[in-house]
């Protein structure tokens, strides 16, 4: 998310930068990904992230090892069964298959729900951190260094350590509420 609004400002500021006078230009670039994962507020994102995946992967796991369960059961009894028996079995089983696919589906939806409005909440608090270390540093314009079409950025010009840094002394100075960080969602309910 961050990511994509920098590349629409990149080619903006791309068009800028050609209506100003050399000397006046000075392009930075930041690592985004870098920002996600090193600052504490992206720690703090990723950890609530691996959180819920961990939990839809443990339902994942236990929902398929009881459809393996029951297609063994299947497979193991299926000449003792009465055809009626038989049909009702494989039809269990193929409503708990479908359960399974719809399960795996709804998590995968919620996790890029979740990813979406993390990344979303990361990037309004970053962006004026980005903004104000680009002024201090005296840059025109900051890319993304990895999603702008950039080919190749001297290490000297990467800010993302700086942003990393001011992120992180901004965050820890902020005031301290009451308000609790959004819970993560729950677990689908066991059937």
């Given at each position: 998310?961050?990511?994509?609004?920098?590349?629409?400002?990149?080619?903006?500021?791309?068009?800028?930068?050609?209506?100003?006078?050399?000397?006046?230009?000075?392009?930075?670039?930041?690592?985004?990904?870098?920002?996600?994962?090193?600052?504490?507020?992206?720690?703090?994102?990723?950890?609530?992230?691996?959180?819920?995946?961990?939990?839809?992967?443990?339902?994942?796991?236990?929902?398929?090892?009881?459809?393996?369960?029951?297609?063994?059961?299947?497979?193991?009894?299926?000449?003792?069964?009465?055809?009626?028996?038989?049909?009702?079995?494989?039809?269990?089983?193929?409503?708990?298959?479908?359960?399974?696919?719809?399960f795996q589906d709804d998590a995968q939806r919620e996790l890029e729900d979740l990813?979406?409005?993390?990344?979303?909440?990361?990037?309004?608090?970053?962006?004026?951190?980005?903004?104000?270390?680009?002024?201090?540093?005296?840059?025109?314009?900051?890319?993304?260094?990895?999603?702008?079409?950039l080919l190749h950025a001297d290490p000297a010009v990467d800010i993302t350590d700086?942003?990393?840094?001011?992120?992180?002394?901004?965050?820890?100075?902020?005031?301290?509420?009451?308000?609790?960080?959004?819970?993560?969602?729950?677990?689908?309910?066991?059937?």
């Amino acid at each position: 998310m961050i990511g994509n609004r920098l590349i629409v400002a990149g080619a903006v500021a791309t068009a800028a930068l050609l209506a100003l006078p050399a000397t006046a230009q000075k392009v930075g670039v930041i690592e985004v990904q870098r920002i996600v994962q090193e600052s504490a507020v992206g720690k703090e994102s990723l950890a609530r992230i691996q959180k819920v995946q961990g939990a839809k992967q443990e339902e994942l796991v236990k929902r398929q090892n009881e459809l393996r369960d029951l297609e063994k059961k299947i497979q193991e009894q299926g000449k003792s069964l009465s055809e009626d028996a038989m049909e009702k079995a494989q039809k269990d089983y193929q409503a708990r298959a479908l359960e399974l696919k719809r399960f795996q589906d709804d998590a995968q939806r919620e996790l890029e729900d979740l990813q979406r409005k993390e990344l979303g909440e990361l990037e309004k608090r970053v962006l004026p951190v980005i903004e104000a270390v680009s002024k201090e540093l005296g840059y025109t314009l900051v890319f993304n260094k990895f999603q702008s079409g950039l080919l190749h950025a001297d290490p000297a010009v990467d800010i993302t350590d700086a942003v990393i840094q001011k992120f992180n002394t901004a965050i820890a100075a902020a005031p301290k509420t009451d308000a609790k960080p959004a819970a993560a969602p729950a677990a689908a309910p066991k059937k």
